[in-house]
């Protein structure tokens, strides 16, 4: 026997063993440390935390039936209670989970009263009257849903025991956080409204000057060369119907880069040779994101501006660069130019004056959609032309054609 174990196979043999003894021992642990994830409550917490992150997509779409009933699951795990329901401002129930929906009639008047009287209202045992069998339901809470200081509906709660300090602090505590995801919700309509107006105060102030100069510069060409009006009346026709769509607040470059070249086909009818453009665009960035009708105010200041009151005209030249995680997109025109000091007068009065007002729009619908970092950048001078750079994130959440 000790010869066996004075041998170099036994020895090579009982250390293999204990390695392997050694790899089994680390996969335990390692594998307990990572069934562990922590603490309860920090378990209690991540749950909470995942919860509510399930429920406020739906909720930030607005108050509706279909809101309530994708949210009132995740939010009754919250409250663990036997039922859960939301109503709307006059009481009506939108969605209901959970058990005991004989009690309907009860949620509704409940949330009638807290509508009239803004406050959370409790019914208790004694107080609820129930003929069916085997009902559980102890206990009734119903707290008011505000947004903007107004109540916009009710969340109810149906407990199976009293409905005691804690139910009454954690359901007005979910309500708090429901009204949050509603006033969001709001806010984000708000400013799609904003948006669409500006929209439609941008299309106002383009069409009067652009409408009447092109069609009479289409009706110069009818008896002279009918071809050539045919072409400008078509391109018109594109021009208006992609200018005044409805289809959105966004559209991609390459559309945008589209209704420019119609633009500047019906502006050479008129300017000649006087106008010219040149385009370098990366094809990568074809397909990026960017407010509606963000490019051809650009433009069009560039011609009114910049190249119109030039004698010779001159060139607007659009680049379009990829940078990474962004597009830098450029618009510069060789033509007059102007006092900076002027342009900022003329953009902070463009409201009033009409001056510049494209400008003002679209640096207004690019901080709107991208934040306060990406409005335009514009440098200029008096005989220096114009260049006005825009920066356009690849990807932001909720910005999508």
């Not at 289809?247 to 006087?274: C, P, Q, V």
């Not at 607007?316 to 597009?327: F, H, K, L, P, R």
Request: charged share 20%; with cysteine.
């Amino acid at each position: 026997m000790g010869e066996l174990l004075g041998s170099p196979t036994a020895l090579l043999l009982l250390l293999a063993v204990l390695a392997a003894v050694v790899v089994v021992v680390l996969f335990q642990l390692r594998r307990a440390r990572r069934n562990t994830f922590a603490t309860p409550l920090e378990r209690a917490t991540f749950a909470t935390l995942h919860t509510v992150a399930l429920a406020a997509p739906a909720l930030r779409e607005g108050l509706s039936s279909n809101s309530a009933s994708f949210a009132l699951p995740y939010l009754r795990t919250l409250l663990d209670t036997c039922a859960l329901a939301m109503t709307d401002a006059r009481g009506a129930t939108l969605a209901w989970d959970g058990d005991a929906d004989q009690h309907e009639p009860d949620v509704r008047s409940l949330a009638e009263q807290v509508v009239s009287t803004g406050r959370q209202q409790v019914a208790s045992h004694t107080s609820i009257s129930c003929d069916h069998p085997n009902c559980e339901v102890r206990g009734i809470v119903v707290v008011p849903l505000e947004t903007d200081g107004s109540i916009v509906g009710t969340l109810a709660a149906l407990t199976t025991s009293t409905a005691g300090p804690v139910l009454l602090r954690a359901t007005a505590e979910v309500a708090r956080y429901v009204s949050s995801q509603l006033e969001l919700a709001e806010l984000d309509e708000s400013r799609a409204r904003l948006a669409r107006a500006e929209v439609r105060a941008l299309r106002a102030q383009i069409s009067p000057h652009f409408v009447y100069n092109a069609l009479t510069t289409i009706a110069s060409f009818i008896r002279t060369d009918p071809v050539r009006a045919r072409e400008l009346l078509i391109e018109f026709a594109d021009f208006t119907r992609y200018s005044f769509r409805t289809a959105g607040e966004y559209t991609t470059l390459s559309d945008e880069l589209t209704n420019i070249e119609r633009y500047i086909a019906l502006e050479k009818a008129r300017f000649g040779n006087r106008l010219n453009i040149k385009l370098q665009i990366a094809p990568e960035v074809l397909q990026v994101v960017l407010p509606f009708l963000a490019l051809q105010p650009l433009v069009e200041n560039a011609v009114r501006h910049g190249l119109s009151g030039k004698p010779n005209g001159g060139t607007i030249t659009i680049t379009a660069e990829n940078t990474g995680a962004e597009c830098v997109i450029i618009v510069e025109d060789d033509g007059v130019g102007m006092d900076p000091a002027r342009l900022t007068e003329d953009l902070d009065d463009a409201h009033l004056s009409g001056a510049h007002v494209g400008l003002g729009n679209v640096d207004d619908r690019m901080r709107s959609a991208f934040g306060d970092d990406f409005g335009l950048v514009v440098d200029t001078n008096v005989g220096a032309g114009m260049k006005i750079t825009l920066r356009v994130p690849k990807f932001r959440a909720g910005i999508r054609v």
